[in-house]
């Protein structure tokens, strides 16, 4: 079973909000990632980090922003959330050893702005 | 460009009637191919990973398989609990995961 957690599980923020998704881990894997998916829909890449102090924007452009500055944390903040923002975020973590490249996901954040 | 794309969008079942599922996918530099579950409302569960041509893997009711430019989902004897959405993925060189739309998968009792 992966250690990774993702709080809260649902959430529910009036607009011009500001909001922390938080997203740790256990395993000590050096790579992590924010997905967001929309109900029955793919998951887009929104950002990513190789490390500590490393983060890179996905290939879905979003108003988000990501921080790492410690190994097992890698939140995810929206400054001003807004409708458009509703979706479900989830995080994930890799270590790239040998015979191991498989991402584990946390349960995912249920993130509604009204 | 990297993409990967998984057929059929969904697939009915009855229980016992088995049936596979395909991930067809083109990246430059395969580092592996992934397989998930994801049922409603939570995150994508990890199944397996390939990562060479011929390569197979098995777990319970569900085998595996991988070829050049795809991979196949086989699933055996399926029951109701097997129901849910199947992802495919690949990891591209630059360790970022391509994740195809999924196949929604129903079990009918």
């Known amino acids: 079973e992966a250690d990774i957690y993702q709080t809260p599980r649902y959430l529910v923020i009036g607009t011009g909000k500001k909001i922390t998704l938080e997203c740790s881990q256990t395993m000590g894997h050096d790579k992590m990632y924010w997905y967001q998916q929309d109900p029955g829909m793919e998951l887009h890449l929104i950002h990513y980090?190789?490390?500590?102090?490393?983060?890179e924007k996905g290939d879905l452009s979003s108003e988000s922003t990501v921080s790492r500055i410690r190994t097992e944390h890698f939140p995810l903040t929206l400054e001003s959330a807004r409708p458009s923002h509703t979706s479900q975020y989830l995080c994930?973590?890799?270590?790239?050893?040998?015979?191991?490249?498989?991402?584990?996901f946390g349960q995912g954040t249920r993130l509604t702005v009204v | 460009e990297d993409q990967v794309t998984q057929s059929p969008e969904a697939l009915r079942l009855q229980e016992g009637e088995s049936s596979s599922l395909n991930c067809s996918y083109t990246?430059?530099?395969?580092?592996?191919l992934f397989w998930y579950r994801q049922d409603p409302g939570k995150g994508p569960e990890f199944l397996f990973t390939?990562?060479?041509a011929g390569e197979e893997k098995e777990k319970e009711r569900l085998k595996a398989t991988l070829t050049k430019k795809e991979s196949f989902l086989h699933i055996t004897a399926p029951k109701p609990e097997d129901s849910a959405t199947y992802l495919c993925?690949?990891?591209?060189?630059?360790?970022?995961?391509?994740f195809g739309t999924g196949t929604r998968l129903k079990v009918l009792a």
């Open positions: 990246v430059s530099g395969l580092r592996g």
């Open positions: 994930a973590s890799s270590e790239q050893g040998r015979g191991h490249t498989e991402a584990f």
């Open positions: 390939l990562y060479s």
């Open positions: 980090s190789y490390g500590v102090n490393s983060t």
């Open positions: 993925a690949v990891q591209a060189p630059n360790y970022k995961y391509i």
